[in-house]
């Protein structure tokens, strides 16, 4: 907040008290399993009861950045009350969930107790509002994507994908695929986040197979910083998602790693 920029590891860098922004939060490094929660308070009217529609009709927006790399982009939902806009969670494996809720809050104390009541409250809930016309774009934007991948086209690859995810943030195979994207492009953190969200969306049949693809997908970035014992973790937990070559030839190259 205002009175206390700068932080464990996360700074309020940019704070614009007298015009329209932007401000820019960074958290330079994640704290392992801790969860995180990004609000925005209305300040000059957190004590007027009436502003209650004070972001939902602002055309305010929320930019997230991974390294220097855009990967979501948040609006806050149209005609709901609230002079606090609660736009998503980081859980405590690194991966991104849509809250997109609004509070009434008038006091800083308020505030306080309702970000950390979520941060405790267990896992983090993603409920985005999304038409049926945004989820078949979606899935049609996602295919594009797909065929821009296997053309090379890597840079159009990585827009259609954002794209899918940005009207339908729950597509967990627009997550997938752009992680596999990110390994090949070399963004390391910006595959670890993408494969990391893609886990927690797996669902249905398809769970485990999507999972273990993931933590394969994680295992060959962390093979590539030499970082030996997260490579050899994920291949585990890959294999023992789904079985596969390619994740048993891992396990065998990073154990061989750790004993030189």
Same mark, same amino acid.
């Given at each position: 907040?205002?009175?206390?920029?700068?932080?464990?590891?996360?700074?309020?860098?940019?704070?614009?008290?007298?015009?329209?922004?932007?401000?820019?939060?960074?958290?330079?490094?994640?704290?392992?399993?801790?969860?995180?929660?990004?609000?925005?308070?209305?300040?000059?009217?957190?004590?007027?009861?009436?502003?209650?529609?004070?972001?939902?009709?602002?055309?305010?927006?929320?930019?997230?950045?991974?390294?220097?790399?855009?990967?979501?982009?948040?609006?806050?939902?149209?005609?709901?009350?609230?002079?606090?806009?609660?736009?998503?969670?980081?859980?405590?494996?690194?991966?991104?969930?849509?809250?997109?809720?609004?509070?009434?809050?008038?006091?800083?104390?308020?505030?306080?107790?309702?970000?950390?009541?979520?941060?405790?409250?267990?896992?983090?809930?993603?409920?985005?509002?999304?038409?049926?016309?945004?989820?078949?774009?979606?899935?049609?934007?996602?295919?594009?994507?797909?065929?821009?991948?296997?053309?090379?086209?890597?840079?159009?690859?990585?827009?259609?994908?954002?794209?899918?995810?940005? %009207? =339908?943030? *729950?597509?967990? /195979?627009?997550?997938?695929?752009?992680?596999?994207?990110?390994?090949?492009?070399? !963004?390391?953190? #910006?595959?670890?986040?993408?494969?990391?969200?893609?886990?927690?969306?797996?669902?249905?049949?398809?769970?485990?197979?999507?999972?273990?693809?993931?933590?394969?997908?994680?295992?060959?970035?962390?093979?590539?910083?030499?970082?030996?014992?997260?490579?050899? %973790? =994920?291949? *585990?937990?890959? /294999?023992?998602?789904?079985?596969?070559?390619?994740?048993?030839?891992?396990?065998? !190259?990073?154990? #061989?790693?750790?004993?030189?």
């Amino acid at each position: 907040n205002y009175q206390e920029r700068v932080g464990l590891r996360a700074n309020l860098d940019v704070d614009d008290v007298d015009s329209f922004g932007p401000e820019t939060i960074t958290i330079a490094e994640r704290i392992p399993g801790r969860k995180y929660v990004y609000a925005v308070n209305h300040f000059t009217h957190s004590n007027q009861e009436e502003k209650t529609s004070i972001y939902s009709d602002s055309g305010a927006k929320v930019f997230v950045y991974i390294g220097s790399t855009l990967v979501r982009t948040f609006y806050p939902p149209r005609s709901k009350p609230g002079n606090t806009w609660v736009v998503f969670g980081i859980g405590d494996k690194g991966e991104f969930y849509d809250i997109n809720s609004f509070d009434n809050f008038f006091s800083r104390d308020e505030i306080g107790v309702r970000m950390n009541s979520i941060i405790t409250s267990g896992n983090f809930e993603s409920s985005p509002d999304v038409s049926t016309d945004q989820k078949e774009l979606a899935s049609s934007l996602n295919k594009q994507g797909e065929m821009e991948y296997h053309k090379k086209n890597y840079a159009d690859a990585e827009m259609l994908y954002l794209d899918a995810i940005n %009207n =339908n943030p *729950e597509h967990s /195979q627009a997550y997938s695929n752009l992680g596999l994207l990110y390994q090949k492009m070399g !963004k390391k953190a #910006e595959g670890l986040f993408a494969n990391r969200k893609a886990i927690a969306l797996a669902s249905g049949d398809t769970k485990k197979t999507v999972q273990a693809s993931s933590y394969f997908n994680i295992a060959k970035i962390y093979e590539d910083e030499q970082n030996w014992q997260e490579a050899l %973790n =994920n291949y *585990e937990v890959a /294999q023992n998602l789904r079985a596969h070559n390619a994740y048993t030839k891992g396990i065998e !190259k990073m154990k #061989e790693k750790l004993k030189k």
